[in-house]
């Protein structure tokens, strides 16, 4: 612990700490080494080349029109005023082609900008032959097509070279073939005009550097790793999370980012240090198989503390009461359980949570099994001896209101794993009823009442009956009086596994439960298959 600080101090700046080597890929394309994007599916130069076919088509659309209306109202010869409709009607067609394999295929990013080249130079020649037929003078629009091809379109620059190369050729081609169909001769002011647009389209190497710069800058922005940020899955006011893979082992990961310099002053950048390596030590020191796993942890050269953790699919419990409502009492029980095996074992390692809550609390997917629950966010983890006062370092409550154990909120009194599990029968009696034990316009309000206030019992408050055994373990977790608390998570597990319920929350009926719904997660579970994409719904919180 302090080792990030102390590089800070040293180089003014965080530094990168054995990561910085290696480098990441977003989406799946690499950049080679001239700059291009070359392999894989990046979705982003995907949209921009689908934006510049799309540009393209709408400008034969155009030009369709202007043949057509061009007939009364700027003199156009009736044959020429067709033949050019017709060849951007041609064009347009070849533009919603090639709009569909874009979309629909999956061509690595070579391929599509080899078949991108084809399309330019292919529209190109229908541009400059359409012009043959009008000529107006000044510059062919053949050139602000291959200005903008780089500018749409990620790509190198001797790609981009060859684009204007042969883009421009097509407007001698297209003069002579027009001269040998129509028997005329084009005049010098028209070889001027392909002199022009030749220079001009040539200067299209100047954009496609300046993106090829612009795209290498972003990558290196992107270094943290061998993983893959795939896409953006939440962000925040301190920084984002990133659904992301790891390059070789193809292994789905979370990564999330930090950016200090987004806090503010010093003081807070020291502090969200701290909690970050507080979460990644703890996160890391737990074998429980419902405590989150860590990959790995560190800081960018950009100065971003990130972690690589498991992503996970399904969905944390407060959106699901959101969404779903209550929990039916045995489903709480089956819940409890899972949560109370990951903070035992934390508190035999003289670690307490802090902020046990249901948006920290992650309903998953694992495989087949469903209802595999995970405890998040350690951020808040302290030793049990250092673990006394209400307030942070700077003058906030250390936890969530909603969710506060009396001895954290008043700081007078060692706090222990009894506040978590304090703040667990918060979770169970939001899980029953739907709502929070206490509620309060202020944040200090509910701190208070959960200091002075009984709580109503969870069936009153719901209005329906629940097990007894289990409504006096949720009361007893709201105690005042720590000592009046269950002993320990394991004195509590043991507790909620010795209840007699009505009906029991086991495999079958979860499953089902997923399938009806939450089906974009579980359609495969009634075909036996195993699931390989593990993609997260949820925003971290």
């Known amino acids: 612990m302090g080792s990030l600080r102390r590089d800070a101090q040293a180089s003014g700046r965080y530094p990168a700490d054995g990561m910085g080597a290696r480098d990441i890929v977003i989406g799946s394309a690499t950049m080679a080494s001239d700059g291009s994007l070359t392999t894989g599916d990046l979705p982003e130069a995907r949209a921009r080349l689908k934006a510049f076919v799309i540009a393209t088509g709408l400008l034969n659309a155009v030009a369709i029109v202007i043949n057509i209306a061009g007939l009364s109202w700027f003199g156009f010869e009736k044959g020429c005023a067709h033949a050019g409709a017709g060849l951007h009607s041609i064009f347009l067609a070849l533009?919603?082609?090639?709009?569909?394999?874009?979309?629909?295929?999956r061509l690595s990013w070579r391929r599509l900008l080899d078949l991108a080249l084809g399309y330019v130079v292919l529209t190109a020649f229908g541009i400059a032959f359409a012009e043959q037929s009008q000529p107006a003078g000044g510059l062919s629009a053949v050139a602000v097509l291959l200005v903008l091809f780089p500018l749409f379109v990620p790509t190198s620059v001797p790609r981009a070279f060859a684009t204007a190369v042969l883009g421009v050729s097509t407007l001698p081609l297209a003069m002579v073939l027009h001269d040998t169909l129509a028997g005329a001769t084009s005049t010098a002011e028209e070889w001027v005009v392909v002199v022009f647009t030749a220079l001009v389209a040539l200067l299209a190497v100047v954009p496609a550097k300046i993106v090829r710069r612009m795209t290498k800058a972003l990558h290196a922005a992107k270094r943290l790793g061998p993983y893959e940020l795939v896409e953006r899955i939440g962000s925040g006011g301190m920084g984002e999370v990133w659904r992301a893979r790891h390059r070789l082992l193809r292994r789905p990961a979370a990564v999330k980012l930090i950016r200090p310099e987004k806090l503010g002053d010093p003081a807070s950048t020291e502090r969200a240090i701290e909690r970050f390596e507080r979460e990644a030590q703890a996160t890391a020191s737990l074998d429980s198989p419902h405590a989150v796993q860590l990959y790995d942890f560190g800081v960018s050269p950009r100065g971003e503390l990130f972690h690589v953790m498991e992503l996970l699919r399904g969905i944390d419990l407060e959106s699901f009461v959101e969404r779903f409502g209550p929990m039916p009492p045995e489903r709480v029980v089956h819940v409890l359980l899972q949560v109370c095996d990951a903070l035992e074992e934390a508190h035999r390692a003289g670690l307490v949570h802090r902020d046990v809550k249901p948006a920290n609390l992650f309903l998953a997917r694992k495989g087949r099994r469903v209802d595999w629950v995970k405890v998040l966010d350690f951020g808040l983890v302290k030793e049990r001896e250092a673990t006394s006062a209400a307030l942070t370092a700077d003058g906030e409550l250390a936890g969530t209101p909603a969710y506060l154990a009396p001895e954290v909120a008043t700081g007078d009194a060692p706090v222990d794993g009894r506040a978590d599990l304090y703040a667990l029968g918060c979770v169970a009696y939001y899980l029953l009823t739907g709502e929070r034990v206490f509620e309060g316009e202020t944040a200090m309000k509910v701190a208070i009442a959960h200091v002075t206030q009984a709580p109503e019992r969870p069936s009153e408050r719901l209005g329906a009956p629940i097990p007894a055994?289990?409504?006096?373990?949720?009361?007893?977790?709201?105690?005042?009086?720590?000592?009046?608390?269950?002993?320990?998570?394991?004195?509590?597990?043991?507790?909620l596994e010795q209840l007699e319920l009505e009906e029991a929350w086991d495999a079958p009926r979860a499953r089902d439960w997923w399938c009806e719904a939450l089906p974009e997660l579980s359609a495969d579970l009634d075909a036996g298959a195993v699931p390989t994409d593990v993609a997260s719904l949820a925003a971290a919180s």
């Open 469 to 495: 055994g289990l409504e006096a373990l949720v009361m007893r977790c709201l105690e005042k009086d720590p000592a009046e608390r269950p002993e320990g998570a394991a004195a509590l597990a043991l507790a």
């Open 95 to 105: 533009a919603l082609v090639f709009v569909g394999v874009i979309g629909r295929t």
